[in-house]
């Protein structure tokens, strides 16, 4: 059994929503509510969802960038739920971000230098040969010139940035990267660029990531494991191969059969479900199922009760009252490939 | 007689930095009821073909020069009212992000009513019928509620399947698409699709399909072309594009992609370096930075511009190798490690 790094317990995120002039709290948009999951040491979480579904809330609830509602968030052993940001900020070392959006998230006015360099200066890190040094050997690490040190943001391209953004999160050489739509932002040739890259840098450091991604293909491309998210909750999780061969939730199987794939042959003949409408707001969620108002094989029990995420085969957790592809019970879980 | 036709189509714009010629050179032919897809990376100048089909980059600063000829009028020497006449009747589009496509300051129905009313001479209560029968058949429930509502007031999909109704409210015979569904999630985005398709063959229009997405572009066209620095490098049915693709570039966004419908591979296979900045485009072949073949055909590719010459049944390939030597690469090096 591998090592835990990050557990996380019934996490909460409700935003309030205020109303007039006294700000009176009328309503909460639980963007998270009430997800249990836990990474090991050296694998790969995929966090799908569509838009609206938490993932993104639920990656900044992780490295604290929010303060949760309710739950617990247990790292590396430590329990930082509410742990202060003094106490944090050793611990934060070991846990950084790679942001969406390569143009937003970097400070156009600072150079690539001081960019990567801020992790150093704001942990009090002393280097061997100066930060300097260390700044170039990462640049160096992710594929970009050393040489580019001076340079500002505005002088590269989105891939480069999207390095520069990785390069600022390797600084300290943490344990834990959460990486939010990493590549979504990129142009398809780049995309494929920056998932080899991460996948090259997880070899050589022995890192952990959590990728959080609505494109199931880079997803299944790159995780280990992959939870499925839907109106603030977890409705299934379990090992990529098992979840993308025998999906058990009806959800995840609409989303798979959504995916438009490149190749003319299986235009037709191809099983389709369709979901209709949108998701449903968060802020007046379903009640029980959260799926049900799209499912199609909801019945008067997905109206009144909430399935709980239940495992039925191993590490195959699924929250449905009537999952597909779930093995009998006496039977042995299904492996197809 | 072809029913939508370019012919050498160039749209280059004056900028303080230099020429950038977004489009240079572009022809291909387009019959009624059939699908055209149009891929290419940021910059490659996809969406500026659509514009200046439309005669959008009339009057502005754009140089245009070329032909295209739609239904046997030509109109980029046409006067600007003319093809306004004609756009929204007998050609429309559908733009990429409804919410800033559409004016929030009226209804959905009013926007609608306004196209409507300029090419057709009705009241404005027969028009207003008009729309609720659009929304209904573009799926939006409620129609004749919601044709009352603002745009802010739809959900993503919503607005979409709006636009969609908005812009096939004349019965255009041409429908160009330009990123339709890259601002859905995934499961609206094929409810898009479906809905495009079948309007498709109820109207019977010619459609124009622009994405990044080789996904999309594979559910919906009859044909696609292969956009790469303002210049088609690649031409032909889709099945051809798809399973005998013979530009180096094409085989790189094919590499570039993690697909569900095949064994999870080690690695993707990228496209080295960035797609070129259109002020400065590469001299030669604009690919040849990037290729991975460039060497075996002795640099020509850094001094000359390859033609697009035929290589079997109407498609069409931008490449210095010859066809012995594409055929050969993609059977023997690109295919197998796609299918591993």
Redesign the interface.
Known sequence: MTETILSVQGLEKHFPVTKGLFKTQVGAVKAVDGISFDVRKGETLGLVG??GCGKTTTGRLITRLIEPTGGQITFQGHDITHMKQGKLRPLRRDMQMIFQDPYSSLNPRHTVGAIVGAPFRIQGIETEHGTKKAVQEILELVGLNPEHYNRYPHEF????RQRIGIARTLALKPKLIIADEPVSAL???????V??LL?DLQNELDLTYVVIA?D???V??ISDRVAVMYLGKIVEVAE?KDL?ASPMHPYTN??????????????EGRE?I???G??PSPLNPPPACRFHTRCWKAQEVCKTTEPPLAELAPGHAVACHFPENAPAKTEAPATVA | MTFLQLKDLKIHFPTDDGLVKSVDGLSFDLERGKTLGIVGESGSGKSVTSLGILGLHKGGRAKISGEVWLDGEELVSASPEHVRSLRGKKMSMIFQDPLSAMHPYYTVGDQIIEAYRIHNKVSKKVAKKHAIDMLGRVGIPQPDRRVDSYPHEFSGGMRQRAMIAMSLSCDPELLIADEPTTALDVTVQAQILDLMRDLQRDFNAALIIITHDLGVVAELSDDILVMYGGKCIEYGAADDIFERPEHPYTWGLLGSMPRLDREVTERLLPIKGTPPSLINVPSGCAFHPRCAFEPRNGGKGRTLVPDLVETEGGHLVRCHLSREERRDIWATEIKPKLES
Do not use: C, F, K, W
């Not at chain 1, 391209?157 to 480069?160: A, E, K, N, R």
């Not at chain 1, 142009?187 to 660029?193: E, F, G, H, M, T």
């Not at chain 1, 609409?254 to 235009?267: E, K």
């Open positions: 569509e838009s391209s989105g891939g480069q142009d398809v040739s780049i995309q494929a660029q998932v080899n996948e609505h199931l293909s880079v299944r491309h990529r993308y609409a989303l798979l059969s959504a995916v438009p794939i490149p190749d003319t042959r299986q235009r389709r369709r979901l209709t949108d998701v």
